[in-house]
């Protein structure tokens, strides 16, 4: 079925011209997106296809470029279209305004302080930069009960290497208030950053973020290379 043998009260373009945007499934939005549908299917059955497929719109927008490059249907031209769409809304979110330039454990964990307070669970997120520090993506990965979580390396690089970082950030919370890192902590840290070396995205820390306090990995054990501001546990002045 091709969109033109649908009536137009039926066509997602029409009935948003027509002042009825609100009606618009997600299968509708993602069709007028693109605009065509593929061998056999129209892009609205095409879009509702994906969207089983993936479980949801939620399903498809927590995956990345490569993901829905490699997905039925969608290819280069279509991903990069969802992506674009993807990325505006992001901008939109922060007004304008320049991702932050993260260099530093300090700037780390000032942005961090302000990103995790309030939270009664542990998370356990990513932050991934470009060369120059710049804010790329900041994901959460992992959500725990009261004082546990977890991650793998995999896991991790995987959304690292998503997103084109050259560099990528951990951090967690501790509900209690009390950065100090366990012994989990620590041989976690050690794995990531192995497997940071073997793929060639360095960790550039492991922040762990406590009530008005953090604890940087980086800063605590003088890891090599700039932003290294303090070997304690701080909070930004």
Known sequence: MKMSDLSPDQRPRERLLAGRGEELSDADLLALLWGTGRRGLSAVEAAQELLTRCGGLAGILVQGLGDWTALPGIGPARACQLWAAQELCRRSRRGGQT?????????????????????????????????????????????????ATLISPREFYREALRYGASTAVAFHNHPSGDPTPSREDILLTRRLRSAGEALGVPLGDHLIVGRDRFHSFRAAEGWDGVGVVSRTCSSPP
Do not use: V
């Not at 939270?119 to 900041?138: I, P």
């Open 99 to 147: 991702p932050p330039r993260i260099n530093s454990p300090r700037a780390c964990g000032a942005y961090l302080l302000s990103r995790c307070h309030g939270w009664t669970e542990e998370r356990f997120g990513l932050l991934a930069l470009n060369s120059k520090g710049d804010l790329l993506a900041d994901r959460i990965l992992s959500q725990g009960t009261s004082n």
